[in-house]
């Protein structure tokens, strides 16, 4: 872990945007967080992309996780334009769960700054999720 | 709780052994327990996954069939262990179910009829994500119809999806919940073509609230009190109107695939089931009048032993409960009869074709636990919904374990097993255990209601994931095996479904609205509104008139959350 994030825990939003509900993806990587020393603000599915902007803003978070199973991955680009539009396009946005290739990239271009598939190694996702918080910090400092 | 098996017998069972008359068994024994020692010295312990310790080997020590009337019996015959039916699979073979749902109706109606002309004998509608939350499709983001389930909102769109089905000759498999409005409308279209409600054999195979609102929140559409009711009013009808329909399909299949383990996921069923016979007696309805139809659904993963000794456990529980616990005098309340679909998320996206084989063992399971009916996945659902090379292949998998591996020809093949005898023994144990932690806390209501039953799975969930990690258990193509990732196959992506055909679609949708009686629709949903408010009313009744009189499934749900209350999830990290 950074020198940053020894002075100040990384904050995570994990959630799930539009109609599905199923959560072990998402209560799984919530726990691998905390695990690792960070704050993670967990909200339950369903959430629609206002709920989601607001927040993140209201807790602050420095990155937000959104789980998908069943396509609703696709209004990520939608919520991507909604956190620009409100003024955080800077909170770097990652996706995990079940995305199909030609999904990926429209994501990517989106400005998802990483995609998650299945069978993904818990070092993995925690050592992504920090390098991106310790790169948007560098950005914002 | 009321004990339903008797203590443990594993040293009962070395004394009868003695009393076989097995000479020189004891040393035997003895000196295999030295080879062993001395060939496999750094032999592991093993565990399965519900947490039962293994051992290398069993023996008449373990199990030697002393109690096999107490414990067995013949199939058809209590405990009911080897199987619901005497002739089981010699008289009948379990339904090939296959969950079909994507596109509009009529691409849902196309697949399922390719699917009727490999072999299915069994229909069922997978609606998609849009219905399940109560939404009709003209109020949700256009970027999630039609990905994952089919669309429908109208009557006319369930006679669209069934256009091609003899209602009378198939079983009809409806992935519905409270307030049942899929059910509505197969049965609204059913009256239409003349079909008698009598005549309609099939499940409505999401309506065990509980288990979605612990382990998925999908169909999760009322508040809880409002799902108790509706559940207790559509066994109520069908009861009465529909003797062949099985209302409750009590799921243990959600749970296992959260995360629960095979014995959990196993209990917590049974306790759903319990919850749901004690609230149908509470209603004044005669228990042998609707038990007969309650049915069940499993998840079955690769842990093979465990997965068929978890089935007839199961089996086993069930029939003392219903008879002990619950009072019920017709043997068909015994029964415990269950759809099981393949685990998938034993599945992987890496090297996807390798999930080909890991469905077949799955399959296998499920048939030798005694399975009624079996849906097995595609090969690609780790990847997305299936393609319909992936679904074909899916039921010839089950065709190939029927007629030629000869996997039927002989009832419960495994029973007598030394291991499988012991391991069912030891699965009925750990299930009775939950079943009596679920006791303490109230019931499955109240556990539920706790999150009591929501912590449990997730701490199993994440006990399973770190193994993983760690790499003591093993995942073929995930941390061993592994093949560089451009070196992977990968499905084809599903195709989109296209714009044209999703604003056809809502103009189709607006044209029903516009079309429709604006009276009579008022008046269905002032009905289903009185019903919702007067307990000894019918709503499942109520929703079929609905149905009949055009309401769409958004206005039905919202007239149902405006006096029972919305469906909210609970969040339990």
């Known amino acids: 872990m950074s020198a940053a994030a020894k002075a100040r825990p990384y904050k995570v939003l994990i959630t799930k945007v539009g109609l599905d509900g199923h959560d072990r993806g998402s209560r799984l990587i919530a726990a691998w967080l905390r695990d690792a020393g960070m704050e993670v603000v967990y909200t339950g599915p369903w959430q629609s992309i206002g709920a989601v902007v607001a927040t993140a803003r209201d807790e602050d978070v420095e990155l937000i996780g959104i789980s998908s199973l069943a396509t609703d991955h696709r209004l990520v680009p939608k919520l991507m334009a909604a956190l620009a539009a409100a003024g955080l396009g800077q909170v770097p946005v990652v996706v995990g769960g079940i995305v199909p290739e030609d999904d990926e990239a429209e994501l990517r271009a989106a400005g998802v700054h990483a995609v998650y598939h299945p069978g993904i190694g818990r070092d993995e996702v925690v050592a992504g999720i920090a390098a991106a918080i310790d790169n948007a910090r560098l950005v914002s400092a | ?573």
């Open chain 2, 1 to 573: 709780m009321d004990r339903v098996m008797p203590e443990s017998e594993s040293s009962r069972s070395a004394e009868d052994c003695r009393q076989l008359c097995l000479p020189g068994f004891d040393a035997a024994e003895a000196k295999w327990r030295e080879d062993f020692a001395r060939s496999a010295p750094r032999a592991a312990a093993r565990e399965n996954r519900s947490g039962i310790a293994l051992k290398p080997l069993y023996s008449p020590a373990d199990w030697n069939g002393q109690r096999y009337l107490d414990d067995l019996g013949f199939p058809g015959q209590a405990p009911w262990t080897r199987g619901v039916h005497p002739s089981m699979y010699a008289a009948r073979s379990w339904s090939q179910r296959q969950l079909v749902g994507f596109g509009l109706p009529n691409d849902y109606r196309g697949r399922l009829k390719t699917l009727l002309d490999t072999g299915l004998t069994s229909v069922s509608i997978a609606p998609c994500n849009t219905f399940m939350r109560g939404l009709d499709a003209d109020q949700v983001e256009p970027e999630l119809l039609g990905t994952c389930g089919v669309v429908m909102n109208t009557v006319d769109d369930v006679a669209t999806c069934l256009a091609d089905v003899d209602l009378a000759a198939y079983t009809l498999n409806l992935g519905d919940n409270a307030p049942f409005t899929l059910g509505g409308y197969t049965f609204a279209v059913a009256r239409r073509r003349g079909v008698p409600w009598s005549c309609l054999a099939g499940t409505s195979n999401q309506s065990d609230y509980l288990s979605l609102f612990v382990a998925n929140h999908m169909f999760y559409r009322l508040a809880l009190p409002g799902q108790r009711r509706m559940l207790v009013d559509h066994i109520a009808f069908m009861a009465q109107h529909a003797p062949k329909w099985n209302p409750l399909s009590v799921v243990g299949q959600h749970m296992q695939q959260a995360g629960a383990t095979p014995a959990e996921a196993m209990a917590f069923t049974l306790c759903s089931a319990l919850q749901y016979a004690e609230d149908c007696r509470a209603a004044g309805l005669d228990l042998d009048a609707v038990l007969p139809r309650f049915s069940f659904f499993f998840d079955i993963s690769i842990s093979f032993f465990e997965e068929v000794a978890k089935f007839r456990a199961g089996r086993r529980i069930w029939s003392r409960l219903a008879k002990e616990r619950l009072g019920a005098k017709d043997p068909k309340s015994w029964r415990f009869r269950f759809h099981a679909q393949t685990s998938g998320s034993d599945l992987t996206q890496q090297q996807p074709l390798i999930n080909i084989a890991r469905v077949a063992v799955q399959a296998i399971a499920g048939i030798f636990g005694g399975l009624q009916s079996l849906h097995t996945d595609a090969y690609d659902e780790a990847l997305s919904s299936p393609t319909e090379e992936a679904a074909r292949i899916a039921i010839q998998t089950q065709n190939v374990l029927r007629e030629e591996a000869g996997l039927t020809d002989v009832i419960d093949p495994m029973g007598g097993s030394y291991y499988l005898e012991t391991l069912t023994n030891e699965m009925e144990e750990k299930i009775l255990a939950v079943i009596a932690k679920i006791d303490a806390a109230g019931g499955m209501y109240k556990a539920v209601e706790q999150g009591l039953v929501q912590r449990m799975i997730g701490e199993s969930a994440r006990r399973f994931q770190d193994e993983v990690e760690s790499g003591a258990r093993t995942v073929v193509g995930v941390n061993r095996y592994v093949v560089p990732r451009k070196e992977d196959r990968r499905p084809p992506p599903l195709p989109r479904l296209s714009k044209d055909a999703l604003e056809g679609h809502l103009r189709r949708l607006a044209a029903f609205k516009a079309e429709r009686s604006a009276l009579r629709v008022a008046k269905a949903l002032d009905a289903i509104a009185f019903a919702a408010e007067h307990r000894e009313a019918n709503l499942f009744e109520a929703v079929i008139e609905a149905a009949d009189a055009g309401v769409t499934h958004g206005e039905l749900c919202a007239k149902a959350r405006e006096v029972l209350g919305d469906g909210v999830p609970l969040v339990v990290v």
